[in-house]
């Protein structure tokens, strides 16, 4: 059974960076992601990765943000860098209890409790 607990989160300006952190209790051995929800907006997909480490990026934060794993740590990261005002959301840490790893958030059952990122 796997919890989430994200940190990291904060407030900074435009073209800054920060790191999330999300800390896995019990071993997630399939997809996890970040995630992301605005103010009105629903839901989105920002970033996953699989267990084999193959990460894939929404379009609006390629180049921009990376995701990676310690595994040993059992924590996965969110590095944002070159943050904008519209990166303003709640990130949300995700992970898959069965195979497979796309951005829908009907992939994952385990959610973090989430972190807010304030970009001006």
């Known amino acids: 059974h796997v919890q989430l607990v994200e940190s990291g989160g904060g407030s900074v300006q435009a073209g800054g960076s920060l790191r999330l952190s999300c800390a896995a209790t019990g071993y997630s051995r399939y997809c996890m992601g970040w995630f992301r929800q605005a103010p009105g907006k629903e839901r989105e997909g920002v970033a996953v990765i699989d267990n084999a480490g193959i990460a894939g990026y929404a379009d609006s934060v390629k180049g921009r943000f990376i995701i990676f794993k310690d595994n040993a740590k059992n924590t996965l990261y969110l590095q944002m860098n070159s943050l904008k005002p519209e990166d303003t959301a709640m990130y949300y840490c995700?992970?898959?209890?069965?195979?497979?790893?796309?951005?829908?958030?009907?992939?994952?059952?385990?959610w973090g409790q989430g972190t807010q990122v304030t970009v001006s």
């Open positions: 995700a992970a898959a209890t069965y195979p497979g790893c796309t951005m829908r958030t009907s992939t994952f059952a385990v």
